[in-house]
């Protein structure tokens, strides 16, 4: 079995992203240990650790790093935020201060709402629509 196991997302404070990801956004801290470096290997993850795709929090290093800080994609959406129960969860992150650029809409796909994290990366939060059952 194949899959993505983790995505890098550079950060400007590990301490500040652990806060925002597990608190805001009601991810885990899976792991967070301390390197030889001075750097940590922070990962948080949405849902079990069995789930899928975690986010590793990389504090930048150098300008260059620094300047990706939150536009990481362009200003395109990066990252997809799966959840069961869409009307709880945005509710809930807009209670804990989550931006949402957005109202939330309901396409062929699924109830969707853009939103962006503490740095500005932006998000969807979308609950898939109920695949099509086979008569």
Known sequence: MRRIALVTLVVDDYDE???????ALGFRLAEDES????S???????GSAAAGTGLLLARAKGDAQRGRIGDQTGGRV???LHT???ARDHARMRAAGVAFLEEPRYEPYGAVAVFQDLYGNRWDLLQPA???TAH
Do not use: K, L, N, Q
């Open 35 to 38: 390197r030889p470096d001075g």
């Open 130 to 132: 109920p695949a099509p």
């Open 78 to 80: 990066g990252f997809f």
């Open 40 to 46: 940590r290997w922070v990962v948080v993850e949405p």
């Open 17 to 23: 992203a652990i806060r925002f990801y597990t608190e």
């Open 84 to 86: 069961d129960d869409f």
